[in-house]
């Protein structure tokens, strides 16, 4: 795949090399001559010198053949005009990253279409959406996203669970659910509407990111309930975490030290108490009686965040969620008991990369170690899916339809009477032995 990327900061960097050692053709246009000069040193990657705004620079890139442009400079208006230029010079793709939540939130205008566009993304929202995922199910083995909205997480289902002991046919999933796989001794297969649910089996469910919740409280082990969170900092990514939380489940307070801070966000954020307060320093963490929470989060600098969270863990808090953007404390993390972290440049570079993959046939991440096959790809013209009611398809061998993405990016769980069109990306789950029928199922082509 040609890919050019305009503007070798952290994320574009850090995509550049992702996709570089993947294989792809990678050029970088880079303004900043020092910038340009270290990345040319360190990666195998073309570098072209001017600003990605301009129709020459990006002429001289190779714009014309590219199958896609990645605008991923600091300012969002540079990026929204690169977006443009790009698509009017034939660039086959366009995604731009934006970091102003009103250019996502604004439903009465679309960005992305009025700047030709093809996804507006955002490493905060990135960030936040993976951190959630994590808050809404602490149990879950592997939690991987598809397009706008939908999860596919594993765990266990629990001896307690309403749907324990029942046949998927007798149980009244939520809408927007499927359980995509079942694994049970060892052996992982694809259900069926006599399949039995017994407590222990490792089940896969896809669900829109509203009914997880719910979907998971039949099947799991109810680590939902109301949970109390405590969030430290008040960046974008602690705001789009709040806004994506902020629901009856979740208990959440953020600490914010900033006096004007803490009253402007008191204001905007519902359902969400908002303090005054620095919880990285030990008597404000013991006044606040953080050691109860479920879950403490710290969006703050790193060193903030080593501190809170390294004083979290030794509280006793179950659930600690610092972000980590220096890959160097890492071990020093861990060390303090902390195994887990959150870089808004690896959420940012999984965003870029699901874009870019979803018109070929990619393996996702394997949930099943491989044996079940997991993929993402766009319908193709002549697929028997495209144009067809899915209950009228009579697939054979079987394969499960998951998620499907709508136009404007956002996805969803289909079901018996749904209706797919050409070109819109799917997420298939079938047997690795059928990889060539699921690929005609999709017209997505012979295997390379």
């Known amino acids: 795949m040609d890919v050019i990327i305009c503007g070798g900061g952290d994320i574009g960097g850090s ?10 053709a990678v050029t970088i246009i880079e303004s900043d001559d020092d910038r340009a000069q270290e990345l040319q040193e360190h990666l195998d990657v073309a570098i072209v010198h001017g600003s990605g705004s301009t129709a020459d620079t990006l002429r001289a890139a190779g714009v014309a053949h590219a199958d896609a442009v990645i605008a991923t400079t600091a300012t969002d208006e540079v990026n929204l005009v690169i977006s443009a230029v790009a ?19 604004d439903g009465s205008l679309d960005y992305a279409n009025m700047f030709c566009a093809g996804r507006l993304f955002s490493p905060d929202r990135a960030l936040a959406r993976s951190m959630a995922a994590r808050l809404r199910n602490p149990e879950a083995k592997a939690i991987e996203h598809f397009g706008g909205g939908i999860e596919l ?39 069926t509407a006599d399949t039995r649910l017994l407590a222990g089996d490792l089940v896969l469910l896809a669900a829109q990111q509203e009914v997880m919740q719910e979907a998971h409280d039949m099947l799991g082990r109810g680590t939902f309930g109301r949970r109390n969170i405590a969030i430290y900092g008040s960046g974008p990514a602690a705001i789009w975490l709040c806004r994506m939380l902020g629901s009856a489940a979740f208990n959440i307070r953020l600490f914010e030290p900033d006096r004007d801070r803490a009253q402007e966000l008191g204001e905007q954020l519902e359902q969400i108490t908002v303090l005054c307060s620095d919880p990285a320093r030990p008597e404000v963490f013991d006044d606040e009686h953080l050691e109860r929470v479920d879950a403490f989060i710290s969006t703050g600098t790193d060193e903030q965040n080593l501190l809170a969270c390294g004083y979290a863990a030794r509280m006793g808090i179950a659930q600690v969620m610092p972000v980590l953007r220096r890959g160097e404390f890492a ?22 990369t699901r874009f870019l993959r979803a018109t070929t046939f990619d393996r996702m991440q394997e949930f099943t170690g491989g044996a079940l096959l997991l993929v993402r790809g766009t319908l193709g013209a002549n697929s028997p899916l495209a144009g067809s009611i899915l209950r009228d398809v009579a697939i054979h061998p079987p394969v499960i339809i998951a998620a499907a993405e709508r ?16 070109g819109r990306r799917v997420m298939a789950i079938a047997d690795p032995q059928d990889e060539q029928h699921v690929r005609r199922l999709l017209d997505i082509g012979a295997a390379g």
Do not use: K, W, Y
Request: net charge negative; charged share 25%; with cysteine.
């Open 15 to 24: 995509a550049a090399q992702v996709l570089a050692g993947a294989g792809d």
């Open 87 to 105: 698509d009017a010079l034939g660039a086959a793709r366009t995604m731009a990253r934006v970091d102003h939540s009103g250019l996502l939130r």
């Open 153 to 191: 997480q594993q765990f266990e289902v629990d001896e307690a669970a309403s749907a324990c002991g029942s046949r998927l046919r007798d149980i009244t999933l939520p809408e927007g659910t499927r359980l995509a796989a079942l694994t049970r001794e060892g052996r992982t297969r694809l259900p």
């Open 331 to 352: 071990p020093l993390l861990e060390r303090l008991g902390v195994p887990e972290s959150f870089n808004p440049r690896t959420a940012a570079v999984r965003e870029i």
């Open 407 to 422: 136009s404007d990016g956002t996805a969803f769980v289909p079901g018996p009477d749904t209706v797919l069109d050409v």
